[in-house]
């Protein structure tokens, strides 16, 4: 697979990154996934749709060897029909979207956050749009 996005996060990840994927799917195989690696060189995690079997996949590659694989069979995606896709985090969790449908929770399993400094968005693919973004996650008016 081709790399189509890399970016690093300055300062690392923390609550409030999120990331918008958007493109299309023009075959039954997998040919599209996220990473989010560590200075490590760990993959943090590892979130992958499979059109094949209708499933979101996540994991996490650490010391060498990949996690517990956890799958979503909540699958809103359509070959050949454009998709988006959106990966934010919290303080605890991963939280993956597609098409607006929440599809996948996945716990943090990198600690400290901060170590958690590239994402890599892979596919056979041109994705149409990559935008990586810390969004404020405060409420209110701001003290005023």
């Not at 943090?44 to 996690?67: C, D, L, M, Q």
């Not at 069979?73 to 929440?102: N, W």
Request: proline fraction near 4%; include cysteine; charged fraction near 25%.
């Amino acid at each position: 697979m081709a790399v189509q996005f890399e970016a690093f996060c300055a300062g690392g990840l923390a609550p409030g990154w999120s990331l918008m994927v958007q493109g299309q799917a023009d075959s039954r195989e997998d040919r599209f996934e996220i990473n989010f690696l560590s200075e490590a060189g760990d993959i943090a995690f590892h979130v992958k749709p499979r059109f094949s079997s209708a499933t979101v996949v996540g994991n996490a590659f650490e010391g060498g060897r990949w996690g517990q694989e956890e799958v979503s069979s909540i699958f809103p995606l359509a070959l050949g029909e454009p998709f988006e896709m959106e990966v934010s985090s919290d303080a605890e969790h991963f939280h993956v979207y597609a098409q607006e449908h929440k599809v996948l929770q996945f716990p943090h399993r990198q600690r400290p956050l901060a170590a958690i400094t590239r994402v890599r968005v892979l596919s056979e693919h041109r994705l149409a749009q990559v935008e990586l973004a810390k969004r404020s996650l405060s409420w209110g008016d701001g003290g005023r």
